[in-house]
């Protein structure tokens, strides 16, 4: 295993989409061009059922090793102006679409969702469902909940209105980990919300650990995984840490490149949490995911049900995702559009009434074909080569360029079925990395994406 890390830990994409952002070529991209690939969604699919994503970008303190998008401010008073701007932007594609949308499920993600007082958090889905609750077995609403300021308030106000699933995020309980990135959030907290959630009636809770850490050993995730299990949530995320200073800037050179576990060591991290998660019942689904034989997200993992977009895995197989807030990505299958990433920006655009993408990429046939490849592999560890293809040439510089992991047994080919193997599941990227045409396309890829493993 030691040789295959070092062989195989290299840079690349993570796969939310293809083609993969840094290959998105429509930069800028037209509201009228965007809202095209969104017709064609309705006609190809005939379904009005989209899945919904608000980006909530606030957090009081920066987490050191964070890559997402966000603000950070103390000042609280940003709360209404940002919500009524999320309200107008969902208006806005009502009046431009034209559709009466389906919402099979929605979630807060950010940044801090819980920045956010639950008064404004309630006025933003009622604005959005246009009504005072919802039926929770016909839309999967969830947030993410930061236990540092996840109040009692926005568990009962949240489940009243009809969410039903939250993740917290952990990352690491080692206070030399949580020095190193700046997020102190002892055991007790987390266990307080978690319990608070689980009494008031949320049906999945999932804890979102993060393995490659700074600082952070063997001893260091075993304690956490053993804390998680006293808690034995309904799912668990196990990222690995994606180390990208050049594009995250200061926020990751908070500590330096020395502190990182690297290759096998980091490796071996994930190796461990894994064999701990598993003896206890959890079950590995899709790319760094773990669920509870009982959880829908397992469900369809066994039936191959199991669908991925931006928000991660869900069981909710809708065909247009809609992202609503600043840096969100849209996914209409046909393209891909992002909101502008700055949060003056974001709001200034909306207010003058205009859908605020900056960029974002429409779908080539090719392209098409590839990303169903691809979202297969990372849902189910196998895919099958469309035989009836117009693009056999791809298909051919595909399994050429499969053939050193089938050396390897980490992939197996047989006629147009290809299989990740067991040993090849923790290297499922670089499988995707041989259909991803782009990036055989291009020379370049340090300085692009986080490595593999
Ligand atoms: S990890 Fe979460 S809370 Fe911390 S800075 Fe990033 S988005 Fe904010």
């Excluded at 603000?71 to 309200?87: Q, S």
């Amino acid at each position: 295993m030691k040789n295959l890390v070092e062989k195989y830990n290299i840079p690349g994409p993570r796969y939310t989409s293809y083609p993969t952002v840094p290959f998105w070529k429509n930069n800028p991209l037209s509201v009228n061009d965007w809202v095209k690939t969104i017709a064609n969604n309705t006609e190809e699919f005939n379904s009005e059922e989209i899945s919904l994503y608000i980006h909530l970008p606030y957090c009081e303190s920066l987490c050191t090793f964070c890559g997402c998008h966000k603000r950070i401010t103390k000042n609280h008073a940003v709360e209404g102006p940002y919500i009524d701007a999320v309200i107008k932007e969902w208006k806005l594609y009502n009046q431009k679409i034209n559709f009466s949308p389906n919402i099979k499920e929605l979630h807060f993600g950010g940044g801090t969702p819980t920045f956010f007082a639950p008064n404004e958090l309630i006025r933003l889905v009622k604005a959005i469902f246009g009504k005072d609750a919802i039926d929770p077995n016909y839309s999967e609403l969830s947030f993410e909940a930061h236990p540092n300021n996840t109040s009692e308030e926005h568990l009962e106000k949240l489940h009243a209105f009809g969410f039903r699933r939250l993740s917290l995020g952990i990352q690491d309980y080692s206070p030399t980990v949580q020095q190193a990135i700046n997020r102190i959030q002892p055991f007790e907290d987390v266990m307080k919300v978690h319990e608070n959630a689980k009494r008031i009636g949320y049906k999945s809770i999932s804890h979102d650990l993060v393995f490659g850490l700074p600082k952070q050993r063997m001893n260091d995730i075993v304690d956490t995984v053993e804390k998680t299990l006293q808690l034995r949530p309904d799912r668990i995320a196990l990222y690995s840490y994606a180390h990208v200073p050049w594009i995250k800037g200061n926020g990751q050179r908070g500590y330096d490149e020395s502190d990182l576990p690297q290759d096998s060591e980091k490796r071996a991290l994930y190796v461990e949490a894994k064999r701990m998660l598993e003896a206890e019942g959890y079950i590995e689904i899709g790319m760094d995911h773990f669920a509870l034989e009982h959880d829908e997200l397992a469900i369809a993992f066994k039936e191959k049900n199991l669908h991925r977009n931006f928000m991660g895995y869900t069981t909710q197989n809708t065909k247009f995702l809609l992202g609503l807030g600043m840096s969100a990505i849209s996914d209409s299958w046909f393209g891909f559009a992002q909101n502008e990433k700055s949060t003056e920006k974001y709001m200034e655009i909306v207010n003058s009434g205009i859908i605020p993408i900056f960029r974002g990429h429409i779908l080539s046939e090719i392209d098409l074909e590839i990303r169903q490849y691809i979202l297969d592999l990372m849902c189910h560890f196998e895919t099958e080569f469309k035989a009836d293809s117009p693009n056999i040439e791809l298909q051919l510089a595909i399994r050429e360029r499969l053939k050193g992991m089938i050396e390897d047994d980490l992939v197996r080919i047989e006629s147009n079925q290809v299989q990740v193997t067991e040993a090849g599941i923790p290297f499922v990227r670089n499988c995707c990395m041989a259909f991803d045409q782009d990036l055989a396309d291009s020379q370049q890829r340090e300085n692009m994406f986080s490595k593999t493993i």
